[in-house]
């Protein structure tokens, strides 16, 4: 029998573990209070109620993004979209599947870009620095650990749709370091992408200075 695992969001809903056998099992809603995060985490998630909607839609394997100049509304929706993601990242209750699920917030959001026009090099680098986030975190993967998917209840239900790789405790600061420095490679990969056009240029900084959000939440594990 194969189990999976749910991490639960603490700020947002009742944790939930829930087993999995061609559908779901028993939940075990664990005993005492649910634990609030502490009030200096930079990032702070949305509450349900007022979460706008994703802007991915990966179930249709379609972009919802189609603009192929940058322009001030769809770079509004990409650096909304991050900003949520990695506040989605933030609420998980254990540090160690933090990495990982940075990784995980890069690709969803690249994953509703378009592949051609301005937007593409935004989904190239974002895809790109998903995949070296995601490998630190198997590089440094906690042995005592499941892999699992994290699942926030509520209004605004979410559920990652892979597992999420642990890190170990003890690997966490090098990973973390690994992480923060395939963060700045991205954004000067993006200001170069820009070319001569001040246009992409206004627009792609402001992206760069989104994915700080993600620094940020690194420093803080």
């Known amino acids: 029998m ?24 028993p939940i075990y809603t664990p005993p005492g209070p649910v634990h609030t995060p502490q009030a200096h985490f930079p990032v702070t ?13 990966i179930a249709s394997g379609e972009p919802r993004l189609t603009a192929q100049e940058a ?13 949520r993601s990695v506040g989605f990242c933030n609420s998980l209750r254990q540090d160690a599947y933090k990495v990982d699920c940075l990784a995980y917030a890069y690709w969803e959001v690249a994953q509703d870009l378009p592949r051609t ?6 989904r190239s680098t974002l895809e790109d620095a998903a995949a070296q986030i995601r490998r630190i975190a198997e590089s440094n993967r906690a042995a005592d650990l499941p892999r699992a998917k994290a699942r926030r209840t509520g209004s ?18 090098q990973a973390r ?45």
């Not at 189990?3 to 056998?21: G, H, V, W």
């Not at 998630?45 to 839609?57: E, F, R």
């Not at 322009?71 to 900003?83: K, L, R």
Request: hydrophobic share 40%; glycine share 6%.
């Open 2 to 25: 194969r189990i999976s695992f749910a991490i639960a969001l603490c700020t947002l809903a009742t944790p939930l573990f829930a087993q999995e056998n061609g559908g779901e099992g």
């Open 45 to 57: 998630p949305v509450p349900p109620i007022t979460i706008i909607p994703p802007l991915t839609s």
């Open 71 to 83: 322009n001030e509304a769809s770079t509004q929706e990409i650096v909304d979209a991050i900003s």
């Open 117 to 122: 026009g301005d937007y593409a090099a935004v």
């Open 156 to 173: 605004a239900p979410k559920t990652t749709s892979r597992a999420l790789t642990p890190v170990a405790p003890g690997r966490l600061p």
């Open 177 to 221: 370091a690994a992480a923060e420095a395939v963060i700045r490679e991205a954004q000067t990969t993006l200001i170069r992408s820009t070319g001569n056009s001040d246009r992409r240029r206004a627009q792609f900084e402001k992206i760069s200075t989104a994915m700080e959000s993600g620094t940020i939440l690194l420093r803080a594990i």
